[in-house]
């Protein structure tokens, strides 16, 4: 989170029925899916590798790590998140935009998640009042994902630290 | 009948002609017969002309043959050899010293040397002994140089003697021939040779001969082996006989000589022609004869060769052999005209009663109960067999005649009665008739109103089916325009659909462009403060993209309305289209149906109009049977009178068949007008009542 400003430039992605938003800052990129290289003896929440301009990128599965139910629709995009030096490509089914929000309208998590979504988790943003393109089941709330705490959460590094293979 | 009866007269004068004619024709053919065999007897002098030119013929060879011998023996080295020495032993002894001064000349030819010891007469005579056991020639004569002969010679040959015949001077001359040479007493075929030396120098001569007299016999002999019949050769010469082929016991050479002269042949008659014949020894000879040369001493002399035959017994006895043939003649001529006379009456007696009952049935009212006696199976009485049955039958038909002929007068009168009836029956049926007529008429306009009525109904009929077609080719035609129309529906779904394809395309480009449009952003907050109108643009891309989106979802809802609504329309149009399909069919049938109707009422038509014509042509027979119906009246009129003709010539018919008498028990009696019929056949009621 970046200190000083007052409002947030977000970009919104659904998986499934679970709608997201990530810093716009945090985003490296957006492609069209191409073919998954599958690793062996990584966890289920990596599909595997796939090669982005030239560079390996590691591609997790969010709805599993986060323990969401399977779905088996084909993915619209990848999105290639970033935190420093550290990238990773989430299927998504779909990229919408959001618009301006403030800082004061992230909510936080609501207690009623697990230990193990929270330290994946930013907050929650209720986007009632806002004039939204795409809107899901969950219609009014978007779950804000910050890529630093998505890396540097336990589960993200022990990946990194056996494979190396999220940079 | 008459014409018969003349010409039966003249069988008899026929057949005696007949036999009369076949003994004429006999006769000529015999006498035509006998004077042939007469001209064949004629030709004896030809016959033994060509005799004579044969004997000539194989005198000739014989001659050939002699000359031959006589160049052969002339050409014997030996002989040539002989004669040669001794010719000139005989100069040398003449003149000694020349010879010797010759034979010491050296190298002196062969021939000029004293000759060696050599007898010409040897060898002739060896030579005379061979060819007399090969042919006995009656002359062989060798003569040397000096005309001497040489050798076995025949008698009065010596060197003067023949020094005076001119055939011998011939030969010693070198000529070579044949000729018929008399020496001494005799005649011969002879030919002869010189005889020369190396140098052609004649040294000798050789004379061949065969005594005539022996030739000749030998030729008669040869001719035939009967001695009657063969024929004689005799050589004369100045009415001497120089050779002949008779023998001194049937003519001694005078006798013959004085036969053969001239003046002492005998000139008989025969078919006319007068011939001369020899007669020698009471017997008479024919005969030919040709001149020829004999060379006799030192000239040669015309002689005569005769050929003459025995003439037969034919020619002699022709006179008695005529004779008979006359006389019998004649009496078969006479035997056969009475012969004829008796056949000629044993075939006319017979006819005489045919002829007689003919004439009287010519006169008119024969009896045709007579019939003739019938005795055997010939000729006549077949005729008398055949005229009983032509008698049967005109019995037969002349009752038959006359019971027609009263039946004939019977009908007539009932004829007459039915005729008067049938009368006034074709009064009535006249009017009736009439009536009838009238009635057609009425009839026949009415019909020909039906006709015209049911010409307008096909007309109508007509016009319907036309319609009908009309009707039928339009709906083809809207079946067409709704299958095009289904067509363009369809095309118009398929276009749809690759507008749908075209906006798939359209939304990934909107898809695509949403994504640069997000990456666009990503760049802008990567840049931060500087990015921010490089935001903007790319957030109005975004949204760009996004009406784009879903605008092209719309065109889809919209193009899958547009494609469920064309299959809809296709659908339905097909079921137009059958529904088309099946009215054309109704239209079809209602049209054939209308055809149909069409032809019946033309049918119709066409049968009112021949019952038209045929209710006129009956309208029009009626009145023809109204005119008949009055001719008729006329003619039942007529028939009246008619009836009661026939009735008169049927009284006529009957008296004419009575004047013939055709059974035992009637005679022929007239007047049968008069009489009532006497076989009246049953009245004829059923008749009347029809």
Same mark, same amino acid.
């Given at each position: *989170?970046?200190?000083?400003?007052?409002?947030?430039?977000?970009?919104?992605?659904?998986?499934?029925?679970?709608?997201?938003?990530?810093?716009?800052?945090?985003?490296?990129?957006?492609?069209?899916?191409?073919?998954?290289?599958?690793?062996?003896? *990584?966890?289920?929440?990596?599909?595997?590798?796939?090669?982005?301009?030239?560079?390996?990128?590691?591609?997790?599965?969010?709805?599993?790590?986060?323990?969401?139910?399977?779905?088996?629709?084909?993915?619209?995009?990848? *999105?290639?998140?970033?935190?420093?030096?550290?990238?990773?490509?989430?299927?998504?089914?779909?990229?919408?935009?959001?618009?301006?929000?403030?800082?004061?309208?992230?909510?936080?998590?609501?207690?009623?998640?697990?230990?193990?979504?929270?330290?994946?988790?930013?907050?929650?943003?209720?986007?009632?009042?806002?004039? *939204?393109?795409?809107?899901?089941?969950?219609?009014?709330?978007?779950?804000?994902?910050?890529?630093?705490?998505?890396?540097?959460?336990?589960?993200?590094?022990?990946?990194?630290?056996?494979?190396?293979?999220?940079? | 009948?008459?014409?018969?009866?003349?010409?039966?007269?003249?069988?008899?004068?026929?057949?005696?002609?007949?036999?009369?004619?076949?003994?004429?024709?006999?006769?000529?053919?015999?006498?035509?017969?006998?004077?042939?065999?007469?001209?064949?007897?004629?030709?004896?002098?030809?016959?033994?002309?060509?005799?004579?030119?044969?004997?000539?013929?194989?005198?000739?060879?014989?001659?050939?043959?002699?000359?031959?011998?006589?160049?052969?023996?002339?050409?014997?080295?030996?002989?040539?050899?002989?004669?040669?020495?001794?010719?000139?032993? /005989?100069?040398?002894?003449?003149?000694?010293?020349?010879?010797?001064?010759?034979?010491?000349?050296?190298?002196?030819?062969?021939?000029?040397?004293?000759?060696?010891?050599?007898?010409?007469?040897?060898?002739?005579?060896? /030579?005379?002994?061979?060819?007399?056991?090969?042919?006995?020639?009656?002359?062989?004569?060798?003569?040397?140089?000096?005309?001497?002969?040489?050798?076995?010679?025949?008698?009065?040959?010596?060197?003067? %003697?023949?020094?005076?015949?001119?055939?011998?001077?011939?030969?010693?001359?070198?000529?070579?021939?044949?000729?018929?040479?008399?020496?001494?007493?005799?005649?011969?075929?002879?030919?002869?040779?010189?005889?020369?030396?190396?140098?052609?120098?004649?040294?000798?001569?050789?004379?061949?001969?065969?005594?005539?007299?022996?030739?000749?016999?030998?030729?008669?002999?040869?001719?035939?082996?009967?001695?009657?019949?063969?024929?004689?050769?005799?050589?004369?010469? !100045?009415?001497?006989?120089?050779?002949?082929?008779?023998?001194?016991?049937?003519?001694?050479?005078?006798?013959?000589?004085?036969?053969?002269?001239?003046?002492?042949?005998?000139?008989?008659?025969?078919?006319?022609?007068?011939?001369?014949?020899?007669?020698?020894?009471?017997?008479?000879?024919?005969?030919?004869?040709?001149?020829?040369?004999?060379?006799?001493?030192?000239?040669?002399?015309? /002689?005569?060769?005769?050929?003459?035959?025995?003439?037969?017994?034919?020619?002699?006895?022709?006179? $008695?052999?005529?004779?008979?043939?006359?006389?019998?003649?004649?009496?078969?001529?006479?035997?056969?005209?009475?012969?004829?006379?008796?056949?000629?009456?044993?075939?006319?007696?017979?006819?005489?009663?045919?002829?007689?009952?003919?004439?009287?049935?010519? !006169?008119?009212?024969?009896?045709?109960?007579?019939?003739?006696?019938?005795?055997?199976?010939?000729?006549?009485?077949?005729?008398?067999?055949?005229?009983?049955?032509?008698?049967?039958?005109?019995?037969?038909?002349?009752?038959?005649?006359?019971?027609?002929?009263?039946?004939?007068?019977?009908?007539?009168?009932?004829?007459?009665?039915?005729? %008067?009836?049938?009368?006034?029956?074709?009064?009535?049926?006249?009017?009736?008739?009439?009536?009838?007529?009238?009635?057609? =008429?009425?009839?026949?306009?009415?019909?020909?109103?039906? %006709?015209?009525?049911?010409?307008?109904?096909?007309?109508?009929?007509? !016009?319907?089916?036309?319609?009908?077609?009309?009707?039928?080719?339009?709906?083809?035609?809207?079946?067409?325009?709704?299958?095009?129309?289904?067509?363009?529906?369809?095309?118009?779904?398929?276009?749809? $659909?690759?507008?749908?394809?075209?906006?798939?395309?359209?939304?990934?480009?909107?898809?695509?462009?949403?994504?640069?449009?997000?990456?666009?952003?990503?760049?802008?907050?990567?840049?931060?403060?500087?990015?921010?109108?490089?935001?903007?643009?790319?957030?109005?891309?975004?949204?760009?993209?996004?009406?784009?989106?879903?605008?092209?979802?719309?065109?889809?809802?919209?193009?899958?309305?547009?494609?469920?609504?064309?299959?809809?329309?296709?659908?339905?149009?097909? =079921?137009?289209?059958?529904?088309?399909?099946?009215?054309?069919?109704?239209?079809?049938?209602?049209?054939?149906?209308?055809?149909?109707?069409?032809?019946?009422?033309?049918?119709?038509?066409?049968?009112?109009?021949?019952? $038209?014509?045929?209710?006129?042509?009956?309208?029009? =027979?009626?009145?023809?049977?109204?005119?008949?119906?009055?001719?008729?009246?006329?003619?039942?009129?007529?028939?009246?009178?008619?009836?009661?003709?026939?009735?008169?010539?049927?009284?006529?018919?009957?008296?004419?068949?009575?004047?013939?008498?055709?059974?035992?028990?009637?005679?022929?009696?007239?007047?049968?007008?008069?009489?009532?019929?006497?076989?009246?056949? $049953?009245?004829?009621?059923?008749?009347?009542?029809?």
């Amino acid at each position: *989170m970046q200190e000083g400003l007052t409002t947030l430039s977000l970009v919104g992605f659904r998986i499934g029925h679970w709608r997201f938003a990530v810093r716009l800052a945090q985003v490296k990129t957006s492609v069209m899916p191409s073919r998954v290289t599958p690793v062996w003896l *990584m966890p289920g929440w990596v599909r595997g590798i796939i090669s982005l301009h030239g560079s390996i990128v590691c591609v997790l599965d969010l709805g599993r790590l986060l323990g969401l139910p399977d779905d088996t629709a084909r993915p619209a995009r990848f *999105m290639v998140l970033k935190d420093g030096a550290l990238e990773a490509a989430i299927p998504v089914h779909e990229v919408f935009r959001v618009p301006e929000i403030p800082v004061d309208r992230v909510e936080p998590l609501p207690t009623t998640l697990g230990p193990a979504q929270r330290e994946l988790l930013e907050g929650t943003i209720n986007t009632a009042s806002i004039d *939204m393109t795409a809107r899901g089941e969950a219609e009014d709330i978007l779950t804000l994902i910050d890529t630093t705490t998505l890396f540097g959460s336990p589960i993200v590094r022990a990946l990194g630290a056996s494979a190396g293979a999220v940079r | 009948m008459k014409v018969q009866l003349s010409t039966l007269w003249s069988i008899r004068n026929r057949i005696l002609f007949s036999i009369a004619g076949l003994l004429l024709v006999f006769l000529v053919a015999t006498l035509y017969l006998s004077s042939r065999q007469l001209s064949l007897a004629l030709d004896r002098g030809d016959y033994l002309a060509k005799h004579l030119e044969r004997f000539l013929t194989s005198e000739e060879y014989v001659g050939q043959f002699l000359q031959g011998t006589a160049v052969t023996l002339a050409s014997d080295a030996d002989i040539v050899r002989c004669l040669a020495g001794q010719r000139d032993e /005989a100069a040398r002894a003449a003149h000694p010293g020349v010879a010797a001064a010759i034979a010491d000349m050296p190298g002196l030819p062969v021939g000029y040397g004293p000759a060696p010891a050599c007898s010409a007469a040897d060898r002739w005579n060896d /030579a005379q002994g061979k060819l007399g056991a090969a042919m006995s020639p009656d002359f062989m004569l060798l003569a040397d140089w000096m005309d001497r002969p040489v050798g076995a010679h025949p008698e009065g040959t010596e060197a003067e %003697s023949l020094r005076r015949n001119l055939f011998f001077t011939e030969i010693a001359q070198g000529l070579v021939k044949t000729s018929w040479v008399g020496i001494g007493e005799h005649a011969y075929l002879m030919s002869g040779a010189r005889v020369t030396d190396a140098a052609g120098e004649g040294v000798g001569t050789v004379m061949v001969g065969i005594s005539l007299d022996r030739l000749f016999r030998d030729f008669a002999s040869g001719s035939d082996s009967k001695r009657a019949k063969q024929q004689n050769v005799v050589l004369a010469a !100045k009415d001497e006989v120089l050779a002949s082929s008779f023998l001194a016991s049937e003519a001694r050479p005078e006798a013959l000589a004085a036969a053969l002269a001239a003046d002492s042949r005998i000139t008989v008659e025969e078919g006319g022609e007068k011939i001369q014949v020899i007669e020698l020894g009471g017997l008479r000879y024919d005969f030919t004869q040709r001149p020829c040369t004999v060379i006799s001493g030192d000239r040669s002399l015309s /002689a005569t060769l005769f050929m003459a035959r025995q003439r037969t017994a034919f020619a002699e006895k022709e006179r $008695a052999f005529a004779m008979p043939l006359y006389i019998f003649g004649a009496c078969f001529m006479i035997l056969s005209v009475l012969l004829g006379f008796v056949l000629a009456r044993s075939i006319v007696r017979p006819l005489r009663g045919f002829i007689r009952y003919t004439e009287e049935m010519s !006169k008119g009212g024969g009896d045709l109960t007579h019939r003739f006696p019938v005795t055997g199976t010939d000729e006549l009485s077949t005729l008398a067999r055949n005229l009983n049955a032509m008698l049967d039958q005109l019995q037969f038909l002349f009752n038959k005649v006359k019971n027609a002929s009263l039946e004939l007068g019977n009908s007539a009168a009932e004829i007459s009665v039915t005729a %008067s009836e049938l009368h006034q029956r074709a009064q009535e049926e006249s009017l009736k008739v009439e009536e009838i007529t009238t009635a057609i =008429n009425e009839m026949n306009q009415m019909i020909q109103t039906l %006709s015209q009525n049911a010409q307008e109904a096909a007309e109508h009929a007509r !016009k319907g089916g036309e319609a009908v077609s009309e009707a039928s080719s339009a709906i083809v035609d809207i079946r067409k325009v709704v299958v095009d129309s289904s067509d363009h529906v369809r095309t118009l779904g398929e276009r749809s $659909a690759r507008i749908g394809n075209i906006v798939e395309t359209i939304r990934q480009i909107a898809d695509q462009t949403s994504l640069l449009a997000l990456n666009a952003s990503i760049e802008a907050a990567h840049a931060g403060e500087h990015g921010k109108g490089f935001a903007v643009v790319a957030n109005e891309v975004s949204n760009l993209a996004d009406r784009v989106n879903k605008s092209a979802r719309q065109i889809e809802e919209q193009l899958a309305q547009i494609r469920l609504l064309t299959d809809q329309a296709v659908s339905t149009m097909e =079921n137009g289209t059958r529904t088309v399909d099946a009215g054309v069919v109704k239209v079809d049938a209602t049209f054939s149906g209308l055809n149909d109707m069409l032809g019946l009422v033309q049918e119709i038509g066409d049968r009112e109009k021949e019952q $038209a014509q045929v209710s006129d042509n009956i309208a029009r =027979n009626m009145e023809d049977i109204f005119m008949l119906v009055r001719e008729g009246l006329s003619s039942t009129e007529q028939t009246v009178n008619e009836g009661e003709r026939l009735r008169t010539l049927g009284e006529l018919l009957l008296r004419s068949v009575e004047q013939f008498k055709t059974s035992e028990e009637e005679q022929p009696a007239p007047e049968p007008g008069a009489k009532a019929p006497r076989a009246l056949p $049953a009245p004829r009621q059923g008749d009347r009542e029809r």
